[in-house]
């Protein structure tokens, strides 16, 4: 197990994720200790296509593309150590526990994206995750994930069943 840290710019995310505009939300890996932790950062932006209607004269970030943006972070955590290809292969939600969102995150503010493993066994993942701006929680929860085989039309080899 290396405890080199890795970082990844977002050329290299593109090729890990299959996510893209608009759901892509994770615009840079600052650090990245396979089996281990990721820290990562998004970068939010007035340009954001949510805000024209969360909220028109307050904007904030929904709490629920913030756990998104964590287990697109997750993801990334676990493409780092296991691999796969991205054409067939689907990284699903299974669970999220304890979800709390203590700051609300508008429009200049940038995301740091902090998740760490904590098990994997029989194919689910499980972490710990949480959102900080300027040093404080956005939002934190334990995040439950799976890695699923698509079939030729893109579904979850589970979902067949």
């Not at 287990?71 to 999220?96: C, R, S």
Request: hydrophobic share 45%; charged share 25%; glycine share 4%.
């Amino acid at each position: 197990m290396s405890t080199e840290k890795i970082n990844l710019d977002i050329h290299k995310i593109l090729t890990l994720l299959p996510h893209r505009y608009p759901i892509l939300l994770v615009d840079r890996v600052l650090e990245l200790e396979p089996h281990r932790s990721i820290k990562a950062l998004k970068n939010v932006s007035i340009n954001e296509p949510y805000f024209m209607g969360h909220f028109p004269k307050r904007p904030v970030m929904p709490g629920v593309l913030i756990l998104e943006a964590l287990a697109q972070t997750a993801a990334l955590l676990t493409f780092a150590e296991e691999p796969h290809d991205p054409h067939n292969t689907l990284y699903l939600f299974v669970g999220i526990d304890n979800a709390r969102f203590k700051r609300v995150v508008e429009p200049g503010d940038q995301l740091i994206l902090n998740v760490t493993f904590e098990r994997h066994m029989r194919g689910i993942w499980k972490f710990d995750a949480r959102a900080e701006v300027d040093g404080m929680v956005a939002a934190e929860a334990g995040l439950i994930c799976t890695v699923r085989r698509a079939d030729r039309n893109g579904q979850s080899d589970a979902a067949s069943r």
